[in-house]
Each structure stands twice: as structure tokens, then as C-alpha cells.
């Protein structure tokens, strides 16, 4: 029967000890209630904490102000890139066609005269076929007609 007296007084030592701790606890839940209670009635406690949440407030209206802001500025995005590339293309063909033009006035004096330079070329390359195929008789003639003056042979 010892046994089972020890286990009763082993049992009534863990009971009186679970008890002071529950005692301890219940003392530090008390002083904590006091101060939570204390903090509550702060008055400068409460003012800073107005002040976050009117802070959180403003905040929370700015992220939403960017946000749409955002969106708003995703929207323009493509239709800006592609006014602008529309201005540069415009600006590139105007400048290739003023550039084509001023080609064309700049030259156009000088065309008259290399037709004419052709036209004679022409000539001068027919005459030049012409008295390479002479016979001698034909080639007497032809500086007699010319009046010039005959190499001596």
C-alpha cells in the first residue's frame, strides 16, 4: 500500500505545483489587463493611432490615384508610339521626295545637253565605221570633199 500512498502524495505535489503556476500566470494576466486598459485610455495613444489611420487612408487613395493612373497611361501608350512613328514616316518620305525633286531640277538643265552629246556621238561613231570600211578610192573622195589637206604618201 506504500505504493499507492506515494503516487497520491506525487500526485497532490504536481497539483499544488500546477496550481502555484496558475497562480503566477493568473497574477501576470492581471498586471497585463491593467496595462492593455491603461494603454487604452491613453489619450496620446489614441491620437497617433487616428493619425495611421487616417495616413493608411491616404495612402490607400494614392495607390489607388497611381494605379488608375497606371492604366490610364498603358492605354495611351500605343496609340502615342504609333502618332509618333506615323510623324517620323511622313517627315522621312516628304524629305526623300523634296530630295528626289531637288535631284530632278538640279539635272534637268544638263539632260538637254547629254542628249544632244549623244545624238552626236552617234553621228561621230557612224562616220567613224563609215571611213574605217573606205577603199582608197572612197577615202580620196572623201577628203577631197572634206578639203583637207592630204598627208603626203
Not at 12 to 27: G, K
Not at 56 to 70: G, I, K, Q, T
Not at 75 to 102: D, N
Amino acid at each position: 500500500m506504500s505504493s499507492a500512498i506515494d503516487v497520491f502524495r506525487e500526485q497532490r505535489e504536481a497539483a499544488d505545483r500546477v496550481h502555484t503556476r496558475l497562480t503566477e500566470i493568473s497574477t501576470t494576466l492581471d498586471r497585463v489587463r491593467h496595462q492593455v486598459y491603461a494603454l487604452v485610455k491613453d489619450d496620446e495613444l489614441r491620437a497617433v493611432l487616428r493619425q495611421e489611420e487616417s495616413w493608411l487612408e491616404r495612402a490607400r487613395l494614392l495607390v489607388h490615384d497611381v494605379r488608375s493612373f497606371r492604366e490610364q497611361d498603358a492605354l495611351r501608350f500605343w496609340p502615342g508610339v504609333i502618332r509618333r512613328w506615323i510623324v517620323a514616316l511622313t517627315f522621312a518620305l516628304a524629305s526623300a521626295a523634296a530630295a528626289g525633286a531637288s535631284y530632278a531640277w538640279a539635272t534637268k538643265p544638263y539632260a538637254a545637253e547629254v542628249e544632244a552629246l549623244r545624238a552626236r556621238i552617234k553621228f561621230v561613231e557612224f562616220v567613224e565605221r563609215r571611213v574605217v570600211m573606205m577603199t582608197p578610192t572612197e577615202r580620196r573622195q572623201f577628203d577631197a570633199l572634206m578639203k583637207w589637206n592630204a598627208s603626203p604618201q
